[in-house]
């Protein structure tokens, strides 16, 4: 069956791993978007053949819109559930929109290196490169102690994506890396997280062996 043929549903591969999966999950959660779309699993290092065909860079998530398109990357899937369903806060406007955006970024690097730290880590002893492991929780702890001084600015009752992606990036931490213990040192950030995490579209998306 061609992606157009199927039921008018959108589709969404995806690996209950991955925190850029997790991003797009609790997005179409928060967005009530849930019935509108099946969710296929994937394993992207395996490569399947039929995903390839999809998306040759063979990563996670790829949504297929309505019209069969796919769209290969979290944030051009965020983009677009955004026109298709309501219920999330928009982002400030002003100086606070380039502040807000500045946090998410930080959360997307922090994902950033945490799914590199665990990609590297899965090499062969011989092979994993101390040297890179180190720079990456170096750049994951300033971060975090970045993201801890500006809790304040965090929403808690209408979240927009960079409340969505900070969850997502701490909960990967808990998933990958729970021997940084990122709360220590970090209250505000640890006091927000506790009650954000929470939330259904957070409860239901919590990462998962795969
Ligand atoms: N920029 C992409 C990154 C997606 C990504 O790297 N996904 C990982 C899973 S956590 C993946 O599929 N990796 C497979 C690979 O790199 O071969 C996004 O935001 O969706």
Redesign the pocket.
């Known amino acids: 069956m061609s992606e157009t043929e199927s039921n008018n549903k959108m589709r969404l591969y995806r690996?209950l791993a991955?925190?850029?999966?997790r991003r797009v999950r609790a997005v179409i959660e928060e967005l009530g978007l849930a019935g509108q779309i099946e969710e296929v699993d994937v394993d992207?290092?395996a490569a399947p053949p039929e995903f390839l065909a999809i998306n040759p860079l063979?990563?996670?998530?790829v949504l297929i819109t309505e019209q069969g398109e796919a769209l290969p990357?979290?944030?051009l899937i965020i983009s677009y559930l955004f026109t298709r369903g309501h219920g999330m806060a928009a982002l400030p406007s002003g100086a606070k929109r380039w502040a807000a955006l500045r946090r998410q970024y930080l959360a997307e690097g922090i994902i950033d290196a945490a799914?590199a730290s665990t990609n590297e880590k899965r090499r062969p002893e011989g092979i994993i490169y101390q040297v890179f492991l180190d720079r990456q929780v170096a750049a994951i702890q300033r971060a975090v102690a970045r993201l801890d001084e500006e809790a304040a600015e965090l929403n808690q009752e209408t979240p927009t994506t960079v409340e969505i992606t900070i969850g997502c990036a701490l909960g990967y931490l808990d998933f990958r890396m729970p021997y940084l213990e990122w709360r220590k040192g970090h209250d505000a950030l640890a006091a927000w997280y506790t009650q954000f995490g929470e939330r259904p579209s957070m409860q239901k998306t919590a990462p998962q062996p795969t």
């Open positions: 690996n991955s925190p850029y999966t992207p290092y063979s990563k996670v998530p990357d979290s944030n799914v």
